[in-house]
């Protein structure tokens, strides 16, 4: 229901673009998010953004990431700019209703995508 792509390897400072491509019920969600997670550690948030517009970033991606929607074609976006090593992970993609924008934790959402990997030296 949810396919990401766009990762890759690049270098310190460059700039990647992740998509998320929506089908089946997981369209119509009200919030999406990407989370990312490097091995060994825990599952984080990255971006948020409710319905069209409403959007906020975790502090440590704040400045450089910037999540955006396109409805029409069901697809979410991360465009990434002045990567840094820190931001090497696997980036997932994921859907839910008004809740999960609340609480923006992991288990507040319904759909996940199988990710994509961001590696930043």
């Known amino acids: 229901q949810l396919v990401e792509s766009g990762g890759g390897s690049v270098q310190t400072g460059g700039s990647l673009r992740l998509t998320c491509v929506a089908s089946?019920?997981?369209?119509?969600?009200?919030?999406m998010g990407w989370f990312r997670q490097a091995p060994g550690k825990e599952r984080e948030g990255v971006s948020w953004?409710?319905?069209?517009?409403?959007?906020d970033h975790a502090g440590p991606v704040k400045g450089r990431f910037t999540i955006s929607r396109d409805n029409a074609k069901a697809t979410l976006y991360l465009q990434m700019d002045n990567l840094k090593p820190e931001d090497t992970a696997m980036y997932y993609c994921?859907?839910?209703?008004?809740?999960?924008?609340?609480?923006?934790?992991?288990?507040?959402?319904?759909?996940w995508g199988q990710g994509t990997q961001v590696t930043v030296s």
């Open positions: 994921a859907a839910g209703g008004m809740g999960s924008c609340l609480f923006r934790k992991p288990s507040d959402f319904t759909y």
């Open positions: 089946g019920a997981a369209v119509t969600s009200y919030c």
């Open positions: 953004i409710a319905g069209s517009s409403r959007n």
